[in-house]
C-alpha cells in the first residue's frame, strides 16, 4: 500500500538508534502512525518538531504492518513560537489531545481543518478565549458537546448577570463569555475559568469514562496561564 498526504505532526518517540516512531493527523487519512528511517539524524529532527506540517509518502507491505514514512516540510509552525512559552504549550497540548481522542486511519477533514483554524488563532495577541471556543468546537466534531446555551440559567447576583447549571449535586457558575460570545474579555483570570471548565468536562465526560489519564501535557499548559 502506498499513498502522499499532508499532515501534522503529533507525536514522535525515538525507535532504535537511527529512526523514530512518529504519529501524523493527515487531510485524507486521518491519524496514521509510521517508521521514519534516518529520523534521528540531524537534518531530519530539525523539521520533525510537534505541530509541523509535513508531506508525507507512506509505504507499507500490508494493512498489518507498520508503515514507512517518507517525509518533506510543507510548513514551519511550531519553530514560531519557541520564545512564547504559553503558546508553545498549548501547542504541545492541543497536538496530544487530537492524538489521544482520534481513531487511527479514520479520515474527517473537519479535525484537519480544525487543526489549520488552531494556528490562525494562536497567532494573534489576544488569542485565549477564541481557543477555547476552538476546544469546544474540537470536542462537538468528536460527539462531545457540552451544550452550554441549553443547559445554562440565567441568574441575577448584586444587579449582575451569573449564568449557572445546576446539578443534583452541584451548582457550576459558568463565565459570562462561554454565553455572550460577543463579550470581549482580556481577564486572565476569568479566561482561565473557561478553560478549568472545559478541562472539567474534558475529563469527567470523555477521559474517565474511556480509562484515560488526564493529559500532562494540558497541566502545564494551564499552569502557564496561572
Given at each position: 500500500?502506498?499513498?502522499?498526504?499532508?499532515?501534522?505532526?503529533?507525536?514522535?518517540?525515538?525507535?532504535n538508534?537511527?529512526?523514530?516512531?512518529?504519529?501524523?493527523?493527515?487531510?485524507?487519512?486521518?491519524?496514521?502512525?509510521?517508521?521514519v528511517f534516518?529520523?534521528?539524524?540531524?537534518?531530519?529532527?530539525?523539521?520533525?518538531?510537534?505541530?509541523?506540517?509535513?508531506?508525507?509518502?507512506f509505504?507499507?507491505?500490508?494493512?498489518?504492518?507498520?508503515?514507512?514514512?517518507?517525509?518533506?516540510?510543507?510548513?514551519?509552525?511550531?519553530?514560531?513560537?519557541?520564545?512564547?512559552?504559553?503558546?508553545?504549550?498549548?501547542?504541545?497540548?492541543?497536538?496530544?489531545?487530537?492524538?489521544?481522542?482520534?481513531?487511527?486511519?479514520q479520515?474527517n477533514?473537519?479535525?484537519?481543518?480544525?487543526?489549520?483554524?488552531?494556528?490562525?488563532?494562536?497567532?494573534?495577541?489576544?488569542?485565549l478565549?477564541?481557543?477555547?471556543?476552538?476546544e469546544?468546537?474540537?470536542?462537538?466534531?468528536?460527539?462531545?458537546?457540552?451544550?452550554?446555551?441549553?443547559?445554562?440559567?440565567?441568574?441575577?447576583?448584586?444587579?449582575?448577570?451569573?449564568?449557572?447549571?445546576?446539578?443534583?449535586?452541584?451548582?457550576?457558575?459558568?463565565?459570562?463569555?462561554?454565553?455572550?460570545?460577543?463579550?470581549?474579555?482580556?481577564?486572565i483570570?476569568?479566561?482561565?475559568?473557561?478553560?478549568?471548565?472545559?478541562?472539567?468536562?474534558?475529563?469527567?465526560?470523555?477521559?474517565?469514562?474511556?480509562?484515560?489519564?488526564?493529559?500532562?501535557?494540558?497541566?502545564?499548559f494551564?499552569?502557564?496561564?496561572?
Amino acid at each position: 500500500m502506498f499513498w502522499n498526504d499532508t499532515g501534522f505532526l503529533l507525536s514522535k518517540n525515538r525507535y532504535n538508534e537511527n529512526s523514530i516512531i512518529s504519529e501524523f493527523y493527515t487531510k485524507n487519512h486521518g491519524k496514521i502512525s509510521g517508521l521514519v528511517f534516518g529520523g534521528t539524524s540531524k537534518k531530519i529532527r530539525n523539521y520533525l518538531q510537534i505541530g509541523n506540517q509535513l508531506h508525507i509518502n507512506f509505504n507499507s507491505k500490508s494493512d498489518t504492518k507498520m508503515g514507512y514514512l517518507k517525509l518533506e516540510i510543507q510548513k514551519v509552525l511550531s519553530p514560531i513560537y519557541f520564545e512564547n512559552h504559553q503558546k508553545l504549550s498549548c501547542l504541545t497540548s492541543s497536538m496530544n489531545l487530537i492524538r489521544l481522542l482520534t481513531a487511527e486511519n479514520q479520515a474527517n477533514i473537519k479535525i484537519f481543518n480544525l487543526i489549520e483554524k488552531f494556528y490562525s488563532i494562536i497567532s494573534k495577541d489576544l488569542w485565549l478565549k477564541d481557543f477555547i471556543f476552538w476546544e469546544l468546537e474540537f470536542l462537538k466534531t468528536l460527539g462531545f458537546d457540552l451544550e452550554l446555551d441549553n443547559l445554562a440559567s440565567k441568574e441575577f447576583v448584586d444587579d449582575k448577570i451569573i449564568y449557572v447549571v445546576k446539578s443534583k449535586i452541584e451548582k457550576k457558575i459558568i463565565p459570562n463569555f462561554l454565553i455572550d460570545k460577543e463579550i470581549v474579555v482580556t481577564d486572565i483570570h476569568t479566561l482561565l475559568k473557561g478553560v478549568n471548565l472545559v478541562s472539567d468536562f474534558l475529563e469527567k465526560t470523555i477521559l474517565k469514562p474511556n480509562n484515560l489519564n488526564y493529559p500532562v501535557s494540558r497541566t502545564q499548559f494551564i499552569n502557564t496561564l496561572k
